[in-house]
C-alpha cells in the first residue's frame, strides 16, 4: 500500500482514474441497482481511499453528494405527496369536483422537482468525473458534508 499523496502533489494517472471511477459509479443506480448511486461510490471509495489522498478527498465529495441528493429527493417526494394528496383526500368529504384543482401544485412540485433534480445530478456526476480524470477536485454544490 502506498502512502497518502499530498495534496499539493499533481496527482498520478492512476489515481485520478480511479477518483473518475468513483464519481462515475453514482450512475450504477440507472442500471437498476438499488440505492447505486449511493452504493457505487461508497464501494469504490472504501476500496481506494487508502490510498491516496486525492482519491480519498474525491471519494467523500461524491458520497456526500449523493448522500444529499437523496435527502432531497425524500423532500421533493414528500412535499409533492402531501400538496398532492391533501385535496385528493378532502374530496372525500366534499361534493366540490373544483377541489382537485388544489392537487395540481403539489403534482408539478412532484414531477418537475424530480425531474430537475435527476438532471443536474446527472449533470454534476459527468462534470466531477472529468475534473477528477483532468487530476482536480471538483466540489459540489448544495452538498450537506456528512463525511468529512
Known amino acids: 500500500m502506498e502512502t497518502l499523496t499530498k495534496i499539493s502533489q499533481k496527482p498520478q494517472p492512476e489515481e485520478t482514474s480511479h477518483a473518475a471511477i468513483i464519481h462515475i459509479s453514482a450512475l450504477s443506480s440507472l442500471v437498476g441497482i438499488p440505492f447505486g448511486s449511493i452504493l457505487g461510490p461508497l464501494i469504490t471509495w472504501i476500496i481506494w481511499r487508502d490510498q491516496n489522498s486525492f482519491t480519498d478527498e474525491n471519494g467523500k465529495e461524491a458520497l456526500?453528494?449523493?448522500?444529499?441528493?437523496?435527502?432531497?429527493?425524500?423532500v421533493i417526494m414528500i412535499t409533492g405527496l402531501v400538496l398532492f394528496l391533501s385535496p385528493v383526500l378532502s374530496m372525500a368529504t366534499e361534493d366540490d369536483p373544483a377541489t382537485m384543482l388544489w392537487s395540481l401544485p403539489g403534482l408539478w412540485i412532484l414531477i418537475s422537482g424530480i425531474g430537475l433534480l435527476f438532471l443536474i445530478w446527472i449533470i454534476l456526476i459527468i462534470v466531477a468525473t472529468v475534473k477528477a480524470g483532468k487530476g482536480k477536485t471538483f466540489h459540489y454544490p448544495l452538498t450537506i458534508r456528512f463525511i468529512k
Open 64 to 74: 456526500n453528494f449523493n448522500i444529499s441528493i437523496f435527502l432531497y429527493q425524500i
